[in-house]
């Protein structure tokens, strides 16, 4: 009984998550060139926003500043974030956003209901979104290159998930977590 009303609250604290929605060719940051260059934000930074927009939802900070695709951008230039044009998945954990894998569709639901940020690769793997939410077999998703609010189970190639060691959700579940053990 226990374990399931911990899981009833968890479910419900990480369901009330609210994403913004950064959009990669922002004026803001959408000209900047990714990692290295020479391809930009606005070009290939479908991950960095979709990142972006889960660490500003935690409130975490980069380097002093709010997180959006162009503030995280530098951050990953400065600690390690690229291989070449390439994301290193693991160079988040600093910001206490551990890489937890890639899995398949089916399992990103699981992660959803676990409080996990999860990011979907879709269009046949040519683009990353972040996954906010889902029913049935359609994701509810925050895409920062089209103007698409869902994609199915199908539309799917994988997910990245990150498990959220930083920030109010992580804090309140050991609360509760402890309170009933």
């Known amino acids: 009984m226990k374990i399931f009303c911990l899981f009833i609250i968890a479910l419900g604290v990480a369901s009330a998550r609210d994403y913004p929605l950064f959009k990669q060719c922002d004026s803001q940051w959408g000209s ?52 070449a044009q390439l994301f290193v998945w693991g160079s988040v954990s600093k910001l206490g956003f551990d890489f937890q894998g890639k899995v398949p569709a089916v399992s990103a639901k699981e992660a959803l209901d676990q409080g996990k940020v999860v990011i979907l690769n879709v269009r046949d793997g040519q683009h990353w979104v972040l996954a906010t939410s889902y029913d049935g077999d359609v994701f509810q998703v925050n895409d920062p290159g089209f103007n698409v609010s869902t994609y199915t189970t199908s539309d799917v190639t994988q997910a990245s998930v990150f498990q959220v060691n930083n920030g109010y959700f992580s804090k309140a579940y050991n609360y509760i977590k402890n309170f009933f053990n």
């Open 32 to 83: 900047e060139e990714l990692g290295p260059g020479p391809k930009t934000i606005c070009k290939i930074g479908c991950l960095v926003s979709s990142v972006s927009m889960a660490l500003y939802s935690y409130g975490i900070q980069l380097n002093g500043q709010d997180s959006n695709p162009g503030t995280l951008n530098s951050w990953l230039q400065q600690n390690g974030g690229f291989s």
